[in-house]
């Protein structure tokens, strides 16, 4: 039976040496990422009053981090990851402590941008590394296609956990507790990591002949870089969608229980999406993927009730971890080793610079033109992911 099979494959990869200190280590150190987004919002809103300037700055937190993720990746793939992680692991978290001043002191705007725009430049690459030591750790497709949706499970559960946490401090608390929770994760995600084994598989070389484009001269990357960022646009916005509405109907601390809704589906899926043997490629499954991507986004500008929310939250949710396992399988097989965390890093920066932009734009249009014009926007994204994976399908 398909789903027998599906355990016994998991549990064999359970067994491997290292990979259940690795995957233990990879969903304590990457809570700050469930975290960030929501935290960011709810206490940038509560500094300054305005949903418009939060989202700008989340947007622009995530802009830097995809400017600076390529950067961080060639390093790594020359110099290794540990003295890197080091000098990340003192500023990011420096940082975002200072960020807690606005809330008890008068201080420009501009301020808070500043922060931002550092925290985002010094965000330490725990996901892109994880991802590479997958990579490195496992040669053939079947069981990397297994640990990358492990992978995009574990996030997900970030995604529950975060969210969960976050809306637990606003609901008993105040946006400013929530902020101090994810500031104490986000200090020790660096140290802990460094002390998993993860670190050892990370592979480098600093001899290797490399282009300057580095993994960018591959025409396929390029496609499945800019498929990822669409797709990311569309979380983006459905991300700035759900407080919206949350504002809108009274119950801040709603936003959260969307959001990890559609975190647990997307786990859902992930591990469906792992477990399962596919006759197709995955040039060829994932426009259908996108298809129904499409169709769950569309439904989300109708929703204005709570329920409605949550099942296409979930529904929707069921899509994201198949559909970024799929685009992480065919970067793996399309880059060259030496490329490898620097091709991570660049879908990394596909990822948070598309969220960040559906975030940003989402937000604007949401005070502009209302709640629904929000996710007519993630509609359109996910419209346009559809189009570029049928291109990726028919390419050589």
Known sequence: MPLLDARDRYL???????????????????????MSSLAFLMYLKQV??????????????????SVAAPVMGRLIDRFGARRLLVVVGIVHPLVLWLMLLPATTPLP??????????A????????????????YRFETPD???????????LTELNFVAGPLLVALALAVASPIWAFLLFLVFSTLSVPLFLRSPAVHYVKYDRTVERHWLGPLTEPRLLLVFIITFTIAMTLGAIEIGYPAFAE??????WAGILMAFASIGSAIGGLTYGGIRLKSSPEQHLPWMLAALLLFAALHITANIPAYFLLLATLLGMLVAPALTALTLLISRYTPERYTAEAFT?????????????MALGGALGEWFGLPAIFALGTFCALVSLALAWWLKRLP
């Open 120 to 135: 985002g430049l010094f965000c330490p690459p725990l996901i892109v590394l994880t991802r590479a030591v997958w990579r």
């Open 346 to 358: 660049w879908s990394s920066t596909s990822i948070v610079s598309g969220i960040g932009a559906g």
């Open 248 to 253: 809108q109907y009274g119950k801040p601390f």
């Open 109 to 118: 705007t501009l301020f808070i941008t500043a922060c931002m725009i550092v």
């Open 143 to 153: 069981l990397r296609k297994i640990a990358f949706s492990f992978d995009a499970v």
């Open 48 to 65: 300054t009053g305005s949903l418009a300037f939060a989202g700008w700055n989340v947007g622009i937190y995530l802009v830097a981090m």
């Open 12 to 34: 064999q990869f359970l067994k491997t040496p290292d990979i259940r200190a690795i995957l233990i280590t990879a969903l304590i150190t990457r809570m700050p990422v469930g």
